[in-house]
């Protein structure tokens, strides 16, 4: 039986990441990606059973990098300003350095993976925002909302720079590059909504 060698899985990973953003699911193959990453399509068999757990797998791996980088130098008890403003940075630090993960999402939210992925992703980060939510309105620094309008006006708009960042256009094809200073004015705004 053949080994794992880490510095393969390493070069697999990251060909397949290039390879889904670039291809999408459908332009992807094990074969290509072998080819891709130097290794006989045999070798891609010792880490991934076949194509669909190589994307769940990679999905989910990356999943776990967002949810530990958004929760750097966080915690639930926060004041909501303070908290919401910290997840501010870590989400646009993180998206901003890693392009290639953000593109993924975006295919991978619009897929039958979806919700595999989130499912094993977001317990304990689902468990640590609900609290951190839950003690902002108890401290009546947030109106109470559903999920979705939550999420909608709290992320929604800093996601939206980071899309029309990484297009390099925004509405109506105008050029945009990503701010400090729009995502400032964004944030303040934000701030200003979700407050009672």
């Known amino acids: 039986m053949r080994t794992r060698d880490e510095n393969k899985e390493l070069i697999v990973r990251e060909k397949a990441l290039e390879m889904l953003v670039l291809q999408g699911l459908d332009g992807f193959s094990m074969q290509k990606l072998a080819k891709a990453a130097g290794v006989s399509p045999a070798t ?116 939206n720079l980071i899309r029309f960042h990484n297009d390099g256009r925004s509405v109506g094809g105008r050029p945009y590059t990503f701010s400090e200073k729009d995502m400032w004015e964004m944030f303040a705004l934000v701030l200003k909504a979700l407050k009672p």
Do not use: C
């Open 44 to 159: 891609l068999y010792i880490y991934y059973q076949d194509k669909e757990d190589l994307i769940l797998k990679l999905g989910i791996q990356e999943g776990k990098r967002l949810s530990e980088a958004t929760l750097k130098n966080f915690s639930p008890e926060m004041s909501f300003a303070d908290g919401l403003k910290i997840q501010w940075i870590n989400r646009s630090g993180f998206w901003l350095e890693n392009k290639q993960s953000y593109d993924l999402f975006e295919l991978l939210r619009n897929s039958t993976y979806r919700e595999k992925i989130f499912a094993a992703i977001n317990v304990e980060f689902r468990a640590i925002m609900g609290q951190f939510v839950r003690n902002a309105i108890q401290k009546e620094e947030l109106i109470p909302l559903t999920l979705e309008v939550y999420w909608s006006i709290a992320f929604a708009p800093l996601h």
